[in-house]
């Protein structure tokens, strides 16, 4: 066992070897709960546990796996939701191992998610991100075509998340629309439909360092504040997050416009 894993370690990944499918033992959910606890570094009490995705899956969520050569290496999970007598479902985690990243597999789960979606029915999937990660902000809105609208205060407290620095767990709420113009238009031909940009909202590269460490901390919770402030008045005027910039030296800006768009389902 040491051995195989030792090997699958040192060689180099193939984005052929990789097959992505439904969760289908038990077996395959606990590796879900380790890769969990090792891309989020949380504490036993504060992970997703075991009889949750069992249970997710049972009751028309998503337990959506990526395969290496039988090997868990990345995972999609999601529950039902309802809104405003709407069902939708509900991402609650994406988590790719630390050397598949950038491969374009985090796509591919969404991608899958999107057409197993579609297949029962669903016309709606949400997710909520942190938005101090410039990563995550850009693949939602960029390469999958979300966009976000809502923004919500320290959503889980604060977290023991080697991700999250410490900081109030604030989050914008992805609308991944399946069927918007938006999504196929981007789907099928790799651009989104442009908009005229009304504001922006700026994330610096440094915010990954400044998170990280106890000294620079204080600077990463400022940025949270000010950015904080600008998505909600942003929001309160009816724009919406349509964009993503990143340059070179791997800062990020939230691009903000009107939706012209009409997908909603009105409630809370
Ligand atoms: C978020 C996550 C699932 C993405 O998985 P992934 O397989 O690396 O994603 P992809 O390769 O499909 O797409 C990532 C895109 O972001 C880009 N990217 C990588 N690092 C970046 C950075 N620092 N800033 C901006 N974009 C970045 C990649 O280049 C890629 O875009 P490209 O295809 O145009 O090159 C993975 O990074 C992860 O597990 N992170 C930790 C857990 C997490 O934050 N989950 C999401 C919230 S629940």
């Given at each position: 066992m040491a051995t195989s894993q030792t090997a699958r370690a040192s060689r180099p990944v193939s984005k052929d070897s990789l097959l992505i499918r439904k969760c289908q033992s038990l077996e395959e959910m606990r590796a879900c709960v380790a890769l969990q606890k090792e891309v989020w570094g949380l504490t036993d009490i504060e992970l997703v546990p075991l009889r949750m995705f069992v249970v997710g899956e049972k009751v028309g969520g998503q337990v959506i796996g990526a395969f290496d050569q039988g090997t868990l290496v990345g995972f999609a999970f999601a529950i039902p939701g309802v809104r405003g007598g709407h069902s939708f479902l509900y991402s609650q985690m994406l988590a790719v191992r630390q050397r598949y990243r950038n491969a374009g597999l985090g796509r591919r789960l969404k991608l899958f998610q999107r057409e197993d979606a579609l297949a029962r029915g669903f016309e709606l999937m949400e997710w909520t991100f942190d938005p101090l990660e410039i990563k995550n902000a850009y693949l939602n809105?960029?390469?999958?075509?979300a966009i976000t609208r809502r923004y919500n205060r320290?959503?889980?407290?604060?977290?023991?998340?080697?991700?999250?620095?410490?900081?109030?767990?604030d989050r914008l709420v992805a609308e991944w629309w399946l069927k918007s113009k938006r999504v196929e238009t981007l789907l099928a031909t790799g651009a989104k439909p442009s908009f005229e940009v009304l504001a922006a909202i700026s994330v610096p590269a440094q915010i990954y360092d400044w998170k990280a460490k106890p000294e620079t901390r204080a600077q990463a919770q400022a940025l949270q504040d000010r950015n904080r402030e600008a998505f909600l008045e942003a929001f309160a005027g009816g724009?919406?997050?349509l964009g993503y910039e990143r340059d070179p030296q791997g800062n990020g800006r939230f691009l903000l416009g009107?939706?012209?768009?009409?997908w909603a389902y009105s409630g809370s």
């Open positions: 809105l960029e390469k999958l075509g320290n959503q889980y407290g604060v977290t023991s998340s080697v991700l999250q620095g410490h900081l109030p767990t724009l919406a997050a009107r939706w012209e768009e009409k």
